[in-house]
T-cell receptor, first 111, second 110 residues
Framework: DSGVVQSPRHIIKEKGGRSVLTCIPI?????VVWYQQTLGKELKFLIQ???????DKGFLPSRFSVQQFDDYHSEMNMSALELEDSAMYFC??????????FGEGTRLSVL | QQKVQQSPESLSVPEGGMASLNCTSS?????YFWWYRQHSGEGPKALM?????GDKKEGRFTAHLNKASLHVSLHIRDSQPSDSALYFC??????????FGGGTRLTVRP
């Protein structure tokens, strides 16, 4: 399978806890974007990295940090989790000016 | 205010019917428009893109763009139950992240 791979697929954490979400983009895709989807509808832009450099930041809480590594995979570190962080988290990768391809997402449940 | 707005929020059409989805942008910097489809439990998948004024047809799907009014639409003819999904309009300018609309939930009734 050569699609965008996200892990884990589902994770349950307690309020105040920490979590790490991983995104492996399609080979050669240096543009990686993270989105949050709540209530099964709106896709909220969190952050974009291009060639390992942060290019744009949206609604990423200060409690979260995202890093893109040399092989272009991306990790989202989440701390001090709040109930409102419960959502689907999608990452998408692309070459510049091509349609971003989404992974299957990680469902985060904060209890 | 959302920079990309979609209407209607939900739409129900009979199998074999025509579904029409609308999208309007408030940002004149957006040059590229995209339609994505998301089935339940999956990530969004790109359906088609449109960058120039006029119509673009791909099978049963036709996108229409009017850059002057920043309006883009998606028309699905001969709708099938498998077309039931959440449809997103998205827009960007060169190299920038996609800005998504709020989505239209399409239900195709057998």
């Amino acid at each position: 399978d050569s699609g965008v791979v996200q892990s884990p697929r589902h994770i349950i954490k307690e309020k105040g806890g920490r979590s790490v979400l991983t995104c492996i983009p399609i080979s050669g895709h240096s543009n990686v974007v993270w989105y949050q989807q709540t209530l099964g509808k709106e896709l909220k832009f969190l952050i974009q990295h291009y060639e390992k450099v942060e290019r744009d930041k949206g609604f990423l809480p200060s409690r979260f940090s995202v890093q893109q590594f040399d092989d272009y995979h991306s990790e989202m570190n989440m701390s001090a989790l709040e109930l409102e962080d419960s959502a689907m988290y999608f990452c998408a990768s692309s070459l510049v000016n091509q349609a971003p391809l989404f992974g299957e997402g990680t469902r985060l449940s904060v209890l | 205010q959302q920079k990309v707005q979609q209407s209607p929020e939900s739409l129900s059409v009979p199998e074999g019917g025509m579904a029409s989805l609308n999208c309007t942008s408030s940002d004149r910097n957006f040059q590229y428009f995209w339609w994505y489809r998301q089935h339940s439990g999956e990530g969004p998948k790109a359906l088609m893109s449109i960058f120039s004024d006029g119509d673009k047809k791909e099978g049963r799907f036709t996108a229409h763009l009017n850059k002057a009014s920043l309006h883009v639409s998606l028309h699905i003819r001969d709708s099938q139950p498998s077309d039931s999904a959440l449809y997103f309009c998205a827009a960007n300018n060169a190299g920038a992240k996609l800005t998504f609309g709020g989505g239209t939930r399409l239900t195709v009734r057998p």
